[in-house]
Nanobody, 128 residues
Framework: VQLVESGGGLAQTGGSLRLSCAAS????????IGWFRQAPGQEREGVAC????????YSPDSMKGRFSISSDSEKNMVYLQMNDLKPEDTAVYYC??????????????????????WGQGTQVTVSS
């Protein structure tokens, strides 16, 4: 499993960014994929997920409304659209993938960002 994130950078409060993740080394539709973030000294936070097989999406309540996940299975790409950014969104954002053997429980992966594999991350910094 290889996941390579891109698209991070500096944004102003209220601005938008779109992160991309290039996935390879696995059958895209057989994995639950998604995003999580981690700020210095903070716990990992799940941001958004897409369930294996049917593409159903899920986000923790704290992430709903401003973050949305999408994918292009033909290109093996996953995207995270981030709108109305706030300084507290500053973190390293990681793309994750998990075999998720119990698809009905994929929301647990999303809540905790508890993926089996993840990329190197991309830094997002939001200035006030």
């Amino acid at each position: 499993v290889q996941l390579v994130e891109s698209g991070g950078g500096l944004a102003q409060t209220g601005g938008s960014l779109r992160l991309s993740c290039a996935a390879s080394g696995f059958t895209f539709d057989d994995y639950t994929i998604g995003w999580f973030r981690q700020a210095p000294g903070q716990e990992r936070e799940g941001v958004a997920c897409m369930r294996r097989g049917d593409g159903v999406t899920y986000s923790p309540d704290s992430m709903k409304g401003r973050f949305s996940i999408s994918s292009d299975s033909e290109k093996n790409m996953v995207y995270l659209q981030m709108n109305d950014l706030k300084p507290e969104d500053t973190a390293v954002y990681y793309c994750g993938a998990d075999m998720n053997l119990i698809p009905d429980n994929f929301w647990r992966i999303c809540e905790l960002g508890d993926f089996g594999d993840w990329g190197q991350g991309t830094q997002v910094t939001v200035s006030s």
